[in-house]
């Protein structure tokens, strides 16, 4: 089994280098690909109420920890408060039921998903509630600020509801202004990373922060393609690029390999993930080997500050990025 370096978080909390992302396993197979991920050797799951799969996480945990492969404090899982849920009075209530879709008592690191606050819609309305407030075509602003928001998340900690919180999907300038209110600074900072979108200058001032970065669509475009998602699918996919490739024959790797160690020898965390269990093992091995400081220069000149993550790739009418 590959031996995982950890990252040690600036509350002292450790998490593992490489994890598997939740995003797009569909509910069908989803409890029997974290069961087989976690054999295979994976220990950090990043889930989040928006994919619409804990309890099937839940359930591959739980079959794991029955049969003895693993136990619940060896395991960092990770999930993430959706917008509309940032009313203070709301972020424990949601995380209780997030952990009980899980079946467990805490995470391991609780992220705001993205810097905005929608109109609360009640879970048993519609779960989870999506972009939309009539689950359709209607954008409803909330009224909570992210301070507020965040002073919440500073509860879960306190309560030991997450031993670690974060954010997703911020700026240099949110973060420059959460330091001025947080009383617990995040432990990470979770952003869209590939070498055509690589944010030096935002992991720089993470760095400075002593705030670990986790860089998610590590293989850029193939990520939403099948989004059917246009600037994705006219995008030359980073697996085929010559560059890449050069660096993959010469280590003796794949093309997804160099992609992940890129992210990985500068520091990041990585959450890939693969419906293959050959391709599950390999993006668990991103660690063994080293690029060259020019091969990683050439990767990181890739950059085009092309971010695909955004509402409105996906026709929605919400300009968080903006």
Not at 90 to 100: M, S
Request: glycine residues 6%; hydrophobic residues 35%; aromatic residues 10%.
């Amino acid at each position: 089994m590959v031996n995982v370096p950890n990252i040690e978080l600036n509350d002292g909390n450790k998490m593992p280098v490489v994890g598997f992302g939740l995003w797009k396993v569909s509910n069908d197979t989803c409890a029997e690909q974290v069961y087989n991920a976690i054999k295979t050797g994976y220990r950090l799951f990043d889930g989040a109420c928006d994919y619409g799969n804990e309890v099937e996480c839940g359930q591959g945990v739980a079959r794991a920890i029955k049969e003895g492969i693993v136990k619940r404090e060896e395991l960092f899982l990770v999930s993430k408060l959706w917008n509309s849920f940032h009313d203070a009075d709301q972020v424990e209530p949601i995380t209780k039921k997030q952990l009980a879709d899980w079946g467990i008592d805490y995470f391991d690191l609780y992220l705001i998903h993205f810097p905005i606050s929608l109109e609360y819609v009640s879970p048993e309305t519609r779960y989870p509630p999506g972009w939309y407030y009539d689950g359709e075509s209607e954008v409803r602003h909330g009224k909570t600020s992210l301070e507020s928001t965040w002073k919440a998340m500073e509860g879960l900690k306190k309560s030991g509801l997450a031993k670690s919180i974060g954010v997703s999907n911020y700026s240099g300038a949110l973060l420059l202004d959460m330091f001025t209110y947080a009383e617990i600074k995040p432990a990470t900072l979770q952003i869209e990373h590939h070498p055509y979108f690589v944010q030096p200058n935002l992991i720089k001032l993470a760095e400075q922060h002593k705030i670990a970065v986790t860089a998610y669509s590590s293989f850029g475009p193939l990520s939403f393609i099948e989004c059917d998602m246009k600037v994705a699918e006219d995008t030359p996919t980073l697996l085929e690029h010559d560059i890449i490739k050069k660096a993959a024959e010469k280590h003796g790797k794949t093309p997804a390999q160099v992609l992940l160690r890129w992210a990985t020898q500068r520091g990041l965390s990585v959450i890939p993930k693969s419906n293959s269990p050959k391709r599950l093992a390999e993006n668990l091995d991103v660690t063994s080997f080293d690029l060259t400081s020019d091969e990683i220069s050439q990767i990181s000149d890739l950059d085009r500050g092309l971010k695909f993550n955004v509402p409105t790739n996906y026709g929605i009418p919400i300009y968080v990025f903006a």
